[in-house]
Every structure is written in structure tokens, then in C-alpha cells.
């Protein structure tokens, strides 16, 4: 890919949907493994006093990482 000129729209992104299979069986076995992990995350929260606190300082974490990102 050349480099990014934000003057230029969408520079040489390519067409969506892509023309490769990307449902491949390596991507379909983690993607049952994220929904597991997920139901594992969802269950130990039911299980604490304030689920939401919990909650909250992800949600500050992804905030702070989201924003350190550099365009380059």
C-alpha cells in the first residue's frame, strides 16, 4: 500500500466485500472460541456485587488505548 495522503480519498483501500474466502475454518474456530470466552466473561460478572464497575474501567482502558493511537 503507498503512502497515506489524507488529501486523497479512501487512497488504494480495496472494494468490499473482498473476492477471497475469509470464512475459513482456522477463523470460524476462533470465532466459537471468542463467543466462549465472551459467555465465560458474561457469567463471571453476574457473579459480582457491581458488575458495572468492573465494566466501566474496561471501557476507560479501551478509551485511553483508542486515543494513544498515531495516525502515521
Aim: zero cysteines; aromatic letters at 6%; proline letters at 8%.
Amino acid at each position: 500500500m503507498s503512502k497515506f495522503d489524507r488529501r486523497v480519498p479512501y487512497n488504494d483501500l480495496p472494494l468490499l466485500p473482498p473476492n477471497v474466502d475469509i470464512e475459513t475454518k482456522a477463523i470460524l474456530r476462533k470465532t466459537i472460541l471468542a463467543g466462549r470466552a465472551l459467555t465465560q466473561l458474561n457469567g463471571m460478572l453476574l457473579n459480582l456485587p457491581n458488575p458495572a464497575l468492573f465494566l466501566d474501567t474496561i471501557y476507560l482502558q479501551e478509551a485511553r488505548a483508542s486515543s494513544e493511537l498515531k495516525i502515521l
